[in-house]
Nanobody, 124 residues
């Protein structure tokens, strides 16, 4: 099992930047594919970014490509999300999630470990 704790959320003006971090417990962090998801009020949860267990492959939803960067440090058991050029529509609770690296198929499915979420608010 793995426990996930997000940090780094806050209030920022449109065009600004924030860096989210997710700290994972346990000694098998590199056994997991990691993802970031978000949920805005009144909307369904949506995928944001994902990264393979080694960090060699990254995935982004179209709306954040070129603005967000996901990275991981397996030595520190952390996965970060650098968010630049933030837009009002990026406002949401952001969740870190993990799934076994053995899971194949849709990169946005099969996550069974979730953090508690961190609020990101982008003002106009």
């Amino acid at each position: 099992q793995v426990q996930l704790v997000e940090s780094g959320g806050g209030l920022v003006q449109a065009g600004g930047s924030l860096r989210l971090s997710c700290a994972a417990s346990g000694r098998t962090f590199n056994s997991y594919t990691m993802g970031w998801f978000r949920q805005a009020p009144g909307k369904e949860r949506e995928s944001v970014a994902a990264i393979s267990w080694s960090g060699s492959t990254t995935y982004y939803t179209d709306s954040v490509k070129g603005r967000f960067t996901i990275s991981r440090d397996n030595a520190k058991n952390t996965v970060d999300l650098q968010m630049n050029s933030l837009k009002v529509e990026d406002t949401a609770v952001y969740y870190c999630a993990a799934r076994s690296r053995a899971v194949v198929g849709d990169i946005w499915a099969g996550y069974n470990y979730w953090g508690q979420g961190t609020q990101v608010t982008v003002s106009s």
